[in-house]
């Protein structure tokens, strides 16, 4: 069945992300791109020309902002328009406070991709320098031009949600550095056990085997009970022949550089003298 249209799937998602946009950035309202930074933030009151109203930088935190955004409505207030959106990159954290600003005093807030500000960058004068008011005119011209998008105000159960997504994954990444040093350990130490098992690490058997006191170097596994939970990561021990502590720290743990002789003093067996 054709479409009588003459409209695809793409172009009506586009006309409805547009739609949205210029619900956000109206010919009525004013723009102000501000370039934010740790401690000194850059400020640009602009038309939809990109045609500079008022400029300021001030010396202050992102959660500092409010009086900005004041006097950056005033200004466009003072020069015929109704409000101000305000148009800013997401760097950091910065924007989302930004945005708690904007939203308390009703406030619209677009963001704008660095990837896209930087070749609008090269596009301005085909320089690459970089300067914070220059930034702000660039940030408020993309946004006029729509090229922005307007970020996704969380609640309290997904802004919940992700952070347990970013914990997941940062305790993943843990355990697979644990697992990757634990593998090249014992390809030195004990390498026929990284073969016992087709799937080493993750069978409850092979964890409870390398348990045992292998014949020329002791070899144990410090909390296996632990690590058997989920979420919990690896923790391996190595010493000498004959050591006298199993877990002893890492700096004096033996290098089993030569089979049946201790490579530190500290690791001597217990009843032989100390070299």
Request: aromatic residues 4%.
């Amino acid at each position: 069945m054709s479409d009588l249209s003459g409209l695809s799937q793409g172009d009506r998602s586009r006309n409805a992300r547009l739609a949205r946009l210029r619900q956000l950035l109206p010919p009525g309202n004013a723009i102000v791109g501000i370039d934010l930074a740790d401690s000194k933030e850059a400020a640009v009151v602009t038309d939809h020309d990109s045609r500079v109203l008022a400029r300021r930088r001030v010396g202050a935190r992102a959660r500092e902002l409010g009086g900005l955004l004041d006097w950056a409505a005033g200004r466009a207030a003072a020069a015929g328009f109704a409000s101000v959106t305000v148009a800013c990159e997401p760097a950091g954290h910065r924007w989302r406070v930004l945005d708690q600003l904007a939203a308390e005093r009703g406030l619209a807030l677009v963001c704008v991709q660095p990837l896209l500000a930087c070749r609008a960058r090269e596009g301005e004068d085909l320089t690459f320098d970089k300067s914070d008011p220059k930034d702000a005119v660039i940030i408020a011209r993309l946004a006029a031009g729509l090229h922005c998008y307007g970020p996704e105000r969380a609640d309290a159960v997904w802004a919940r949600l992700r952070h347990l997504g970013a914990r997941r994954s940062q305790l993943t990444t843990d355990a697979t550095a644990e697992v990757n040093q634990i593998r090249d350990l014992l390809e030195c130490a004990w390498p026929a056990v990284l073969s016992a098992s087709g799937a080493p690490f993750r069978s409850a058997s092979w964890r409870a085997a390398v348990a045992v006191v292998p014949a020329g170097a002791r070899v144990t596994w410090a909390g296996s009970a632990a690590w058997a939970k989920p979420g919990s990561p690896p923790r391996f021990a190595v010493s000498c022949p004959g050591g006298r502590d199993p877990a002893m720290p890492a700096d004096r743990a033996c290098r089993l550089r030569r089979p049946g002789r201790s490579c530190r003093r500290d690791c001597a067996p217990a009843g032989r003298p100390r070299a």
